[in-house]
């Protein structure tokens, strides 16, 4: 069965510093990847997404992620994190005839000014 | 556009009671899907509908879940019987259509606390 790992419950970055949140996955066929934030009241936006292709995808707010299929991981990074990027981040991967999310348990992110 | 609304965003009742949940899609999106959401958890998938049918319910817990789109657009989830168990933030998403590319958007949810 698929399943999504985030082994990091709780990260704090400073304002401006490079962020990488991971993401391992388990998958038997060519998984299609994602990346998600939720903030406070808010539903959850995607930032990204990866089915075939170029291995490194680009989204929204300045985050990128990068599918490595060795590592079954699909890391999220930010070369600068701003304040407003304070959320939580879910890796999820699409299974199934539709597009049925396995999410991972969250990573919390904070930044301190 | 309006994006996906549910409602009610809150909602408290005691064990053993009825309630439902409404989703409302963006318009024209013929994909469904409910998802719960945990304390501390990520969202765990419940059930999609294409259309009209539930075209994978394979995430519901018991029969105590049930969920309807009669008309292809507006979804009601209905939890009979509920437990304490049960209290999670229930989230909705619809898509353009069904296939593994298709964008999820999300509702904020509804809260539901069973007392």
């Known amino acids: 069965a698929q399943s999504v790992t985030q082994p990091d419950i709780h990260i704090t970055v400073s304002e401006g510093a490079s962020l990488e949140l991971r993401c391992n996955y388990s998958y038997g066929a060519t998984p299609y990847l994602f990346w998600y934030v939720q903030s406070p009241g808010q539903g959850l936006q995607l930032l990204l997404k990866?089915?075939?292709?170029?291995?490194l995808v680009q989204g929204i707010k300045g985050f990128e992620a990068e599918f490595k299929r060795s590592q079954s991981s699909f890391n999220l990074r930010k070369p600068s994190v701003h304040w407003s990027d304070a959320a939580e981040y879910f890796c999820a991967v699409g299974t199934g005839g539709g597009n049925k999310l396995t999410f991972g348990t969250g990573t919390q992110l904070k930044v301190e000014l | 556009g309006a994006g996906v609304s549910q409602t009610p965003s809150n909602k408290v009742t005691e064990k053993g009671k009825y309630v439902e949940l409404r989703c409302d899609p963006i318009?024209?999106?013929?994909?469904l899907y409910w998802y719960r959401q945990s304390l501390g958890q990520g969202p765990e998938f419940l059930i999609y509908?294409?259309?009209?049918?539930?075209?994978?319910d394979s995430g519901l817990p018991n029969d105590r879940f049930f969920a309807v789109r009669p008309e292809g657009s507006v979804s009601t989830l209905k939890i009979q019987r509920t437990e304490r168990g049960d209290s999670a933030v229930y989230l909705c998403?619809?898509?353009?259509?069904?296939?593994?590319?298709?964008?999820?958007?999300f509702g904020p949810g509804t809260r539901l606390t069973v007392l």
């Open positions: 990866y089915f075939s292709g170029d291995t």
């Open positions: 998403a619809s898509s353009s259509g069904p296939t593994r590319g298709d964008e999820q958007f």
């Open positions: 318009s024209g999106h013929t994909a």
């Open positions: 509908f294409q259309g009209t049918g539930a075209a994978d």
